[in-house]
């Protein structure tokens, strides 16, 4: 339950009582459309890219402080949350960690370096007096065998270029090769420090790790022990070669986690369970996108949503490979969906009321760069449509948090088989 005594302390009134309006607004919306939190019964568990939260480095913000009693009061619906685009400074992350109050914890990454990594951090928030962490969590790197290929490149070299080896390494000259060694032939190294030398002109492939790295944490909610991993993929673009690393960035990971289950299957009589969550940016379910998750087995809820603001993309996904009989969604009518808030809070017609918020007042008054009416003053109609499409989804998201209901009591069933095993 958050907590909202800074409120009462504000002393501009009006956005005070606009605030309570809202959360009230949604509290009951939340109510209507998420099940309720049980003890023992049911896990809440749900993914929620929450939009560059929050560095502000486009320009359509700062977020109002009414934002962070919003997010806070999503979020303490549900029990476990993965958000993606948390950003370098966690202030604002604490900040919604303090409205969340003292029983609430959460694990994030660093940031990934580098332009496809945005500088964002992976990041799960829970309930600790219903989720245990069970002090194992790391990032994912892809082994050399499964990194995501990417373009030929050429290798500029003088006539004769030396690259040292060390330890037991194999080279596979490609076809074409101008090296003094055969078409195909593999070229075994012993151990120790060794030289070969390329020809100049030489292509190979660039091999790439995850534009920005998946985070595998493990938990357990009652009897319901399992591996956690959130991810934000890469999108590029909507075809071609960028649209292509996305596919092989969703489908290197779920053939990582795939194996890793299969190696622990092996270890382990028992197994253990995966849980594969966050912003695939998946375009729909016949997509190649969607595609390359099922393909190493994982198992979707039966009802696919489009989980974006706009209603157009299925970008965000919860996929499960667990062992038998322990993937049971929970017993509600509704146990699984979309939460949409612009319902509730910055709704289309509370424009007029934001006007004078945004603090941007070139984007919000005039056409921003890149577009056919560059420069030129917004009309009315086209000032809200900037209010609608952008300004807002920078106060809460542009994507809406994607849930499911669980069941994570399964005493009778352990019972039972135990009964059975004594006769």
């Given at each position: 339950m958050p907590f909202y005594k800074n409120l009462r302390k504000q002393e501009n009134r009006l956005f005070a009582g606009r605030a309570i309006?809202?959360?009230?607004?949604?509290?009951?919306?939340?109510?209507?459309?998420?099940?309720?939190?049980?003890?023992?019964?049911?896990?809440l568990l749900a993914t929620w890219n929450i939009r560059d939260f929050d560095s502000n480095k486009f320009g359509h913000g700062p977020r109002l402080d009414e934002a962070f009693y919003y997010i806070a009061e999503i979020i303490a619906s549900f029990d476990l949350v993965a958000v993606q685009e948390v950003t370098t400074d966690l202030g604002p992350l604490k900040r919604v960690m303090s409205i969340l109050g003292p029983n609430w914890e959460y694990i994030a990454t660093d940031v990934t370096e580098g332009p496809g990594g945005n500088e964002e951090r992976l990041t799960f928030v829970y309930d600790r007096r219903k989720i245990l962490f069970r002090n194992i969590a790391g990032e994912i790197v892809l082994p050399l065998s499964q990194t995501i290929g990417g373009e030929e490149v050429d290798i500029k070299l003088p006539e004769s270029h030396s690259i040292e080896f060390t330890g037991k390494t194999e080279l596979k000259l490609p076809d074409g090769s101008t090296a003094a060694v055969k078409k195909g032939q593999k070229l075994v190294l012993p151990e120790g420090a060794h030289v070969v030398h390329l020809p100049e002109g030489q292509k190979v492939a660039r091999y790439r790790q995850f534009a920005r790295t998946p985070f595998l944490v493990a938990f357990q909610a009652g009897w319901f022990k399992f591996n956690l991993c959130t991810v934000h993929l890469y999108y590029g673009a909507g075809s071609g070669a960028k649209y292509d690393r996305r596919v092989k960035e969703i489908a290197a990971i779920s053939k990582f986690l795939a194996d890793r289950a299969k190696e622990v299957r092996k270890r382990e009589k028992t197994g253990e369970n995966f849980i594969l969550l966050g912003d695939f940016n998946?375009?729909?379910?016949?997509?190649?996108?969607?595609?390359?998750?099922?393909?190493?087995?994982?198992?979707?809820?039966?009802?696919?949503?489009?989980?974006?603001?706009?209603?157009?993309?299925?970008?965000?996904?919860?996929?499960?490979?667990?062992?038998?009989?322990?993937?049971?969604?929970?017993?509600?009518?509704?146990?699984?969906?979309?939460?949409?808030?612009?319902?509730?809070?910055?709704?289309?017609?509370?424009?007029?009321i934001y006007h004078d918020s945004i603090a941007n007042t070139d984007l919000r008054d005039y056409h921003e760069k890149g577009?056919?009416?560059?420069?030129?003053?917004?009309?009315?109609?086209?000032?809200?449509a900037y209010y609608c499409n952008k300004w807002r989804t920078w106060q809460m998201s542009d994507h809406c948090p994607l849930w499911v209901e669980l069941k994570i009591d399964f005493s009778n069933q352990y019972l039972n088989r135990i009964h059975k095993e004594l006769n």
């Open positions: 309006e809202r959360l009230l607004a949604l509290r009951k919306q939340l109510k209507k459309d998420i099940p309720a939190r049980t003890l023992r019964d049911t896990l998946i375009v729909g379910p016949e997509d190649e996108t969607m595609k390359a998750l099922k393909k190493n087995r994982f198992t979707l809820p039966e009802k696919l949503y489009k989980s974006n603001v706009s209603e157009s993309m299925y970008y965000d996904q919860i996929a499960f490979m667990v062992k038998r009989g322990e993937l049971q969604m929970g017993p509600s009518k509704k146990n699984s969906g979309v939460f949409r808030f612009f319902d509730s809070v910055y709704r289309d017609d509370d424009y007029p577009t056919k009416k560059a420069g030129q003053l917004r009309s009315r109609s086209e000032k809200k």
